[in-house]
T-cell receptor
Framework: DAGVIQSPRHEVTEMGQEVTLRCKPISGHNSLFWYRQTMMRGLELLIYFNNNVPIDDSGMPEDRFSAKMPNASFSTLKIQPSEPRDSAVYFC?????????FGPGTRLTVL | GENVEQHPSTLSVQEGDSAVIKCTYSDSASNYFPWYKQELGKGPQLIIDIRSNVGEKKDQRIAVTLNKTAKHFSLHITETQPEDSAVYFCAASMRGAGSYQLTFGKGTKLSVIP
């Protein structure tokens, strides 16, 4: 298996632009998680889906962030409009039971 | 909610020595405790995990111990090698709606000196 796939790996954008991060979970996994990692706050859960349904989005910072999972093999995290404080590494992870497997992450820089 | 404290934040050991990283958690309902290794530029990689009905688990040079009464768990790496250098995260998890949610510690940067 290729593991969790994320794209792009790096994204540099200007403040105010829309950013879309993409994730393909491991085939057969039924839960998908979006995390954000910063030096100050560590790894934070933003939102997770179970069987393509959003279960808990209490970690989403504000309405500028939205996430979708239209099918079992694809999810997006969108930031609109982006701000410099959104700069971080965003990870997608998937799981079937307890064990969670992370993707390589997307390093987002908002100028 | 759950709160996980991890110590130390940085750890340097000589190659061949042992390394120990400790974590405490606050919610007695947590019942699953994974450890992740994160190398520079990569995502966290699951290296070992333990469930609350087990006190200790070992996998080659890595072992994890759990004390449910004291609500703390530890990672032990023996015969450390330079490739063990990375940031290690502990986490505590309990069953939520539909899945298990992880709360992570802040991480320990381990440096193994050749």
């Amino acid at each position: 298996d290729a593991g969790v796939i994320q794209s792009p790996r790096h994204e540099v954008t200007e403040m105010g632009q829309e950013v879309t991060l993409r994730c393909k979970p491991i085939s057969g996994h039924n839960s998908l998680f979006w995390y954000r990692q910063t030096m100050m706050r560590g790894l934070e859960l933003l939102i997770y889906f179970n069987n393509n349904v959003p279960i808990d989005d209490s970690g989403m910072p504000e309405d500028r962030f939205s996430a979708k999972m239209p099918n079992a093999s694809f999810s997006t995290l969108k930031i609109q409009p982006s701000e410099p404080r959104d700069s971080a590494v965003y990870f997608c992870a998937s799981s079937l039971d307890r064990a969670k497997f992370f993707g390589p992450g997307t390093r987002l820089t908002v100028l | 909610g759950e709160n996980v404290e991890q110590h130390p934040s940085t750890l340097s050991v000589q190659e061949g020595d042992s390394a120990v990283i400790k974590c405490t958690y606050s919610d007695s309902a947590s019942n699953y405790f994974p450890w992740y290794k994160q190398e520079l530029g990569k995502g966290p990689q699951l290296i070992i995990d333990i469930r609350s009905n087990v006190g200790e688990k070992k996998d080659q040079r890595i072992a994890v111990t759990l004390n449910k009464t004291a609500k703390h768990f530890s990672l032990h790496i023996t015969e450390t090698q330079p490739e063990d250098s990375a940031v290690y995260f502990c986490a505590a998890s309990m069953r939520g709606a539909g899945s298990y949610q992880l709360t992570f510690g802040k991480g320990t940067k381990l440096s193994v000196i050749p």
